[in-house]
C-alpha cells in the first residue's frame, strides 16, 4: 500500500470515491436533508473544492496497487473534513495508515491534536484511533456529527 498527497488530475476520482463510500456507510444514518447537503456541500460544491486548489486544504490518497481505495482530507487548521474507505479494503489498516500520514504532516506544522466531526458510522473506528469525543452528536443541515479530537504526541 502506497499513501501519499494526490495530485489535481486524481481529485475527481477520490470525490467519486467519497460519494460512493458516502452513500453506502454514512448516509443510512441521515435524513434525505443530509444526503443532499453533504452532495452540496462536499461533492458537487465549488466551495471545498476550491480549497484544494488554493492549497487551504490537502487530500491523501491511500493505493492498493494501482487502486484508489481510501482518501483523508485535512485544512490548514488541522481538521480532517474527510475520510472515507471503499468497502473493500475496510479492516485492512487503511484508515489508520491515512491518520498516520496525516499526523506526520500536522506534527511538522506544530499542530499538536486533529480536530473532526465524525458521522455515525466512523464514531467507533475513531474512538479505536484514540480519538475523544469533545461534545455531544449534533445536527447541522441534516448532517448528523459528533465533534472529537486527537492530541498528537510531540
Known sequence: MEVRMLDEKETEEAFS??????LEFVAPDYTQEGIDNFYQEYIHGAGFRNKFTDKREVMYGAFVGENLAGVLSFSDKNTVSCVFVRGKYHKM???RCLF????EEM?????????LNA?????PFYH???FQ??????????IVYTPMELLLKI
Open 17 to 22: 470515491l467519497i460519494w460512493e463510500v458516502f
Open 93 to 95: 489498516g487503511i484508515g
Open 100 to 103: 498516520e500520514k496525516a499526523a
Open 107 to 115: 506534527l511538522s506544522r506544530g499542530a499538536d491534536k486533529i480536530r
Open 119 to 123: 458521522s455515525p458510522y466512523a464514531v
Open 128 to 130: 479505536h484511533l484514540g
Open 133 to 142: 469525543d469533545t461534545g455531544a452528536q449534533a445536527v447541522y443541515k441534516g
